[in-house]
């Protein structure tokens, strides 16, 4: 199975950077997503890794350790739109490859 | 290009009730997901259905079942409504990359 650790709240301001943090043990891994969702609406697709290292795309970046089970997504220049749930999910593998577990999602809260 | 949609938006069930949410793919996708996300929580992973089959399921009882078309739109039916089933329903479609595409959800609740 899988379990995955990710902090419930976190508040920032805006213009500043924050770093979400993600963990993970699983019997399965091929890859992790981060997802942002708004209150009400679907996830949006983020980030994908499968590899260590960071990922960029543009304000956003994402990091991955398989060894230590850890991931970080980085938001930086801060917008009140931001403000939002960061959903880290792990990817099984094999048969299993179509099947995402997520987290509960990090609540950010950007303020002025 | 329409991306992911599902109908209906909202639905309100009476315990013991049967329900089915529908869901078209994002034009070009082949694979439908659904998920089920509790308020507060993050997505919970129903089953997978490709080339019209069951692929992949999770940890739902057997009152959770599904279907999907030869035109790759699928359904969720849930027999024997509980209350704890209340929850937005998720779609996400995807093709043979990772990325999935999630429909806007239909909110189920169950009284």
């Known amino acids: 199975g899988q379990n995955i650790d990710q902090p419930t709240e976190m508040t920032a301001t805006e213009g500043a950077i924050v770093q979400i943090n993600c963990t993970y043990q699983t019997s399965g891994f091929n890859g992790l997503f981060w997802y942002q969702q708004h209150a009400g609406e679907a996830p949006t697709f983020l980030s994908y890794?499968?590899?260590?290292g960071l990922e960029e795309k543009g304000r956003f970046s994402s990091f991955l350790s398989r060894s230590k089970g850890y991931s970080y997504l980085l938001l930086k220049e801060l917008q009140m739109k931001d403000s939002a749930s960061y959903l880290c999910a792990v990817r099984d593998e094999g048969d299993n490859a179509g099947k995402s577990t997520f987290g509960d999602g990090t609540t950010l809260t950007v303020k002025p | 290009d329409a991306g992911v949609t599902q109908s209906p938006t909202h639905l309100i069930k009476t315990r013991g009730q049967q329900v089915t949410l529908r869901c078209s793919p994002k034009s070009g996708h082949d694979t439908v997901s659904w998920y089920q996300q509790a308020l507060g929580q993050g997505p919970q992973f129903i089953f997978q259905y490709y080339e019209e089959e069951e692929r992949q399921r999770g940890n739902f009882p057997d009152r959770f079942s599904g279907h999907q078309f030869p035109n790759y739109s699928s359904e969720l039916n849930v027999n024997a409504l509980l209350l704890g089933d209340s929850a937005l329903y998720l779609c996400a479609s995807s093709s043979d990359t990772y990325e999935q595409y999630f429909g806007p959800g239909t909110r189920l609740t169950v009284t």
């Open positions: 890794n499968v590899l260590d």
